[in-house]
């Protein structure tokens, strides 16, 4: 899997993602994220475009960095696969955004939806492992009602098991089971 469009999607989001940290109560840097997501996409679905996608899933929604630059840096495919799971831009409210989103999963590429389910997994998994012992502090850094985020992500979910058939789906399944059992507790 390892080439010279790779090794540059490595560099591109790594400078573009360089200041940024994931939330959470370590503050790990954002590329930890992006490859967590395109090992899981990877391990579900051997394509470079779909690796590439990966690593740059949120370079347009959190960065700078232009869906033409995608484009004319990784070819089309790559920027079709990431606008399919980029939340839309504007000033809207977390519900919103999020509505956008799963609009966008209904009729997203099936690479995208890979892309969706790995980022979906890595930030339910993550989330869960970082604040299971500080559950107060979760919500002091993430939006949204329990019962909106367990809506949310059971939409994703849903529509991911309706669309997509890859295993991706079921270990998805077991992040969200988890993550609900997290929020409940």
């Known amino acids: ?3 010279p469009r790779v090794e540059r999607a490595i560099q591109k989001a790594g400078v573009l993602h360089q200041t940024q940290n994931r ?4 503050k790990l840097p954002y590329i930890t994220h992006l490859f967590s997501v395109a090992l899981l996409a990877r391990q579900y679905f051997d394509d470079e475009d779909v690796f590439i996608a990966a690593l740059l899933h949120d370079s347009v929604e959190d960065t700078a960095y232009t869906k033409e630059e995608l484009r004319e840096d990784f070819g089309e495919q790559v920027c079709i696969i ?12 977390w519900e919103e955004k999020k509505r956008a989103y799963v609009e966008n999963l209904r009729t997203a590429s099936r690479e995208s939806l890979i892309v969706a389910a790995a980022d979906k997994i890595h930030n339910l998994r ?3 492992r970082a604040y299971e012992h500080n559950k107060e502090q979760f919500w002091c850094d993430f939006s949204g009602t329990k019962e909106s985020r367990i809506q949310y992500y059971g939409t994703v979910v849903s529509i991911l098991h309706e669309r997509l ?11 969200f089971n988890e993550y609900r059992e997290f929020l409940q507790s």
């Open 1 to 3: 899997m390892y080439s």
């Open 23 to 26: 939330r959470g109560t370590k």
């Open 82 to 93: 990431v606008l399919g799971v980029t939340e839309p831009e504007g000033d809207m409210s």
């Open 126 to 128: 993550s989330v869960t």
């Open 165 to 175: 058939d890859n295993p991706i789906v079921t270990v998805l399944q077991n992040a």
